[in-house]
C-alpha cells in the first residue's frame, strides 16, 4: 500500500469505529532556552498548519484516546497530557476548508461522512523540553515544526483559538504545577528560575520580588556552589526541596504578582 | 398532558433532536453564612440525588446547552457558568440505573435507544449566594435541594466524581476570579473576607497572615467606618478598589497559602 492509499484506508476505518462528532486536540508546548513554543503539523501537499489532533475509538477513555492520537500524529510519548477545555461550538469548523486538504492528498471522502459533521473537541496539553523530544509527521502530513507562540500561522478551523486558550489555563496553571521540576536542570540558578517563570508567562517579572517570594516559599534548597562561566559575578546554584516545593503548590499555590 | 406523559413526550422528542454520546452537567454551589453547598435533584418516586444536566441539541452551542439546560431542570436564570472539565471515561454511566428510574416515572424507552448508550459529558460550575436564588424541580424530579459538599448522599452515574472534580477546580480558579466581588456585600471587614476564602477553599488560614497578603495586594480601601453591634472591637470595614482587584486577578493572581 503507498501511503495515500494506506491513509485513505486509515479513515475509512476509522469512520466505523468512531464516536461521532467528537475529537482530541493536542497543544504540545516546547521550552526550550526561553522560548516557548507550540508543535505543529502541516497537512501534505499544502501549507494548512494544524494541532495533532484525531478522533475517539468507540470504548476507549477520551483521556487514551489524546495520547494514542499524539503518538500517531506525532510520534511523541510518554507525555503528561492535561485535558484543559472543551470547544463546543457548531461553527467552529468547516467541511469545506477540510475537504479541499482531503482532496489535495488524493482522499476521497463522501461529502455526507459523520467526518463533516459538527464535531466538539476536547483540549489537552502538554509542556515539554522540546530540546529532549523527536516528534515526526505521520502519513497525513508532510512535517512537523515548532513555532513560537508569538507569531503563529493561521491554523486550520479554530486550532487558533484552541493555542490560545491553552496557554491562557498553562499560565492560570503555572501556581500549581511544578513545572520547575520538569523543565530545569537538577541544579539551577535563580536568573535561570526566573526566565522560565518569566518565558512561560509571557512577562517580566520584578527581580527581587521574584526571589524574595520564592524564597519565602521555603523550597528552594541553596547549594554551597555557583554557576561558573559567566562574565558577572557567579551566582548560587539552588535545588528544589520536593517535598516541601509539593506542599505549597497543593496549598496555596505561588504568587508571581 | 399530565407530567409523566409530557415527560416522555419530552424526552422522546429530545431523541431526535439531540448531539448522541454527548451531555451538560451543571454544578452549582451556593455559599452563605460560611457554608458551600450544591445543588441536587432528586428524581421522581426515587431517592437517586443527582446534578441538573441534559443534552444537547444538533445546532447548539455546548455552552449554551448549559445554560439552558441549567433553567430548565431548576429554574436557574442568568448564571455564570463555567466549563471546567469533560468525563469521558467509558464506563462513567450504567445505563440499567438509568433505565430503572426512568420505569419509577413510567418513562419506557427501549434499551437501544441512543439516551443509553456511552456519553461524555461536559461539566459546568457557578457559583452564587444561595439565600438569593430560588431553584424549583422540573417535571423530571420531586425535589430540589442544596447539600453540604462535605455531606453528599452517593449520586447518581459518576456525580460524585463530578462535583469533587468542580470543587478542586474552583479551588485552584479562587486566585483568579473576583468571588469578592459576587459573594460580599459591597462594604465588608477583613474577618468576613477571610471567612469566604475559608470557606471556598475549605480549610482555615492564618488571620494575620492573610490580613498582610490582603492589604499587600493594595486592592482594599478601608473606610471610615466600622461594623457596630459585636461584642467584640468593632472591625474596620473594606470596599474593593475593582480596578486594582481585576488587575491583581489577571496578574499573578492571589495566593493564599
Redesign the interface.
Known amino acids: 500500500m503507498d501511503q495515500v492509499t494506506s491513509a485513505q484506508h486509515w479513515m475509512a476505518q476509522q469512520m466505523g469505529l468512531i ?4 475529537s482530541v486536540d493536542c497543544v504540545v508546548f516546547g521550552f526550550h532556552e526561553n522560548q516557548l513554543r507550540v508543535l505543529l503539523l502541516r497537512f501534505k501537499n499544502t501549507e494548512v498548519w494544524a494541532l495533532p489532533g484525531g478522533r ?1 475509538y ?6 487514551t ?1 489524546a495520547v494514542r492520537v499524539l503518538e500517531q500524529r506525532t510520534g511523541l510519548r510518554g507525555l503528561y497530557l492535561q ?1 484543559f ?2 470547544f ?3 461553527d467552529r469548523l468547516h467541511s469545506s476548508d477540510f475537504q479541499a486538504i482531503l482532496a489535495q492528498q488524493n482522499i476521497r471522502i463522501e461529502a455526507s461522512s459523520l467526518l463533516f459533521d ?1 464535531t ?1 473537541s ?1 483540549g489537552y496539553y502538554a509542556l515539554v523540553e522540546f530540546a529532549q523530544v523527536s516528534p515526526a509527521p505521520d502519513q497525513l502530513s508532510d512535517e512537523c515544526r515548532w513555532w513560537d507562540i508569538r507569531d503563529l500561522p493561521k491554523l486550520f478551523f479554530d486550532h487558533n483559538e484552541i493555542v490560545a486558550v491553552a496557554v491562557r489555563t498553562l499560565r ?2 503555572l ?2 504545577e511544578p513545572v520547575g521540576l520538569n523543565l530545569l536542570p537538577e541544579k539551577f540558578t535563580m536568573p535561570e528560575l526566573q526566565r522560565l517563570y518569566e518565558t512561560l ?1 509571557g512577562q517580566p517579572l520584578d527581580r527581587r520580588n521574584f526571589q524574595k517570594r520564592m524564597l519565602a516559599y521555603d523550597f528552594l534548597q541553596r547549594l554551597d556552589e555557583r554557576r561558573t562561566g559567566g562574565a558577572f559575578k557567579a551566582p548560587y546554584l539552588y535545588r528544589f526541596d520536593r517535598e516541601r516545593y509539593a506542599a ?1 503548590l497543593q ?7
Open positions: 464516536i461521532p462528532h467528537l475517539v468507540r470504548e476507549e477513555p477520551v483521556n484516546a485535558q477545555h472543551t463546543g461550538d457548531p459538527r466538539i476536547v492560570q496553571r501556581s500549581y508567562l505549597v496549598g496555596g499555590g505561588l504568587a508571581f504578582g
